[in-house]
């Protein structure tokens, strides 16, 4: 079994920065991909931004510029900084790990994060 543990979310102020970490724990050989999503109230889940094993990154428009995703140097690990908050951040933001595998020879499947609030206060 795999568990992703999400921090850093919180209140700020319009204009601030937060940095969120996830890190993925378990029976794990390999990890595709890890990303970020956030679901504000009444919307649908989206995409904010992912990054590869091989360190390509994709970022959904209304945050290219402001936010950077990266993996630590423990590759289990991926962090979303958020700089330049606008209250239409606000949301839960989940991490996301994409085809995770426990052996090299065993098929791999998503995981999901339990998730974090993000406030952004105007």
């Known amino acids: 079994q795999v568990q992703l543990v999400e921090s850093g979310g919180g209140l700020v102020q319009f204009g601030g920065s937060l940095r969120l970490s996830c890190a993925a724990s378990?029976?794990?050989?390999?990890?595709?991909?890890m990303g970020w999503y956030r679901q504000a109230p009444g919307k649908q889940r989206e995409l904010v931004a992912a990054?590869?094993?091989?360190?390509?990154?994709n970022y959904a428009d209304i945050v290219k510029g402001r936010f950077t995703i990266s993996r630590g140097n423990a590759k289990n690990t991926v962090y979303l900084q958020m700089n330049s908050l606008k209250p239409e951040d606000t949301a839960i933001y989940y991490c996301?790990?994409?085809?995770?595998?426990?052996?090299?020879?065993?098929?791999?499947?998503?995981?999901w994060g339990q998730g974090t609030q993000v406030t952004v206060s105007s």
């Open positions: 996301n790990a994409v085809n995770v595998r426990p052996t090299l020879w065993n098929s791999g499947r998503d995981y």
């Open positions: 990054i590869t094993s091989g360190g390509s990154t």
């Open positions: 378990g029976s794990i050989f390999s990890i595709n991909a």
